[in-house]
T-cell receptor, first 114, second 110 residues
Framework: AQSVSQHNHHVILSEAASLELGCNYS??????LFWYVQYPGQHLQLLLK??????LVKGIKGFEAEFIKSKFSFNLRKPSVQWSDTAEYFC????????????FGQGTTLQVKP | ETGVTQSPTHLIKTRGQQVTLRCSSQ?????VSWYQQALGQGPQFIFQ???????GRGNFPPRFSGLQFPNYSSELNVNALELDDSALYLC?????????FGPGTRLLVL
């Protein structure tokens, strides 16, 4: 069965620290990959996406992610976090042929201390 | 703001009742997907509608049903509510491969 695994459930960082959130998926074919963020009291927002091409993709607010096909991974990174990055982060995968179905990981709660 | 709106924002029902949730898609988007997000979990795909036809379904029982209208807005209907149906229900609209989410409807079943 297709699945998405986010290794860190709860991460606590101080401002200016670097961030890396892990995401691995299981799917044998071509995939589209996404990171969404849910700020407190707000709806899910798209951070970045990968469909094809350069495996290093840049998103909003200084976030980036790298697709490593051999490792079935799509880790999210940010060099220096801010207090305003406190939120829940979801990795999601859409397999080719899976009409419309996004498979989400369980989410990672990031708490940034000022 | 994605332009996807959902109503109502909150709802309380009792076991056995029926509920209808509504979603207006972003302008120009002809595809609507519905997800259930239980507390502390990632969203789970319920189904998708494309041009008024169901276009894929997740692992949810038939008492979860939906509709899409000619203006691409959509409804999610849940019959015979169970306590485990308590969750945040998310609607997402898309035109191609990227889904944009609304704020959700929080349903509590007592």
């Amino acid at each position: 069965a297709q699945s998405v695994s986010q290794h860190n459930h709860h991460v606590i960082l101080s401002e200016a620290a670097s961030l890396e959130l892990g995401c691995n998926y299981s799917y044998g074919g071509t995939v589209n990959l996404f990171w969404y963020v849910q700020y407190p009291g707000q709806h899910l927002q798209l951070l970045l996406k990968y469909f094809s091409g350069d495996p290093l993709v840049k998103g909003i607010k200084g976030f980036e992610a790298e697709f490593i096909k051999s490792k079935f991974s799509f880790n999210l990174r940010k060099p220096s976090v801010q207090w305003s990055d406190t939120a829940e982060y979801f990795c999601a995968v859409k397999g080719s042929g899976n009409t419309g179905k996004l498979i989400f990981g369980q989410g990672t709660t990031l708490q940034v201390k000022p | 703001e994605t332009g996807v709106t959902q109503s109502p924002t909150h709802l309380i029902k009792t076991r056995g009742q029926q509920v209808t949730l509504r979603c207006s898609s972003q302008s120009g988007h002809n595809t609507v997907s519905w997800y259930q997000q239980a507390l502390g979990q990632g969203p789970q795909f319920i189904f998708q509608y494309y041009r008024e036809e169901e276009n894929g379904r997740g692992n949810f029982p038939p008492r979860f049903s939906g509709l899409q209208f000619p203006n691409y807005s959509s409804e999610l209907n849940v019959n015979a509510l169970e306590l485990d149906d308590s969750a945040l229900y998310l609607c997402a609209s898309s035109e191609q491969e990227t889904q944009y989410f609304g704020p959700g409807t929080r349903l509590l079943v007592l």
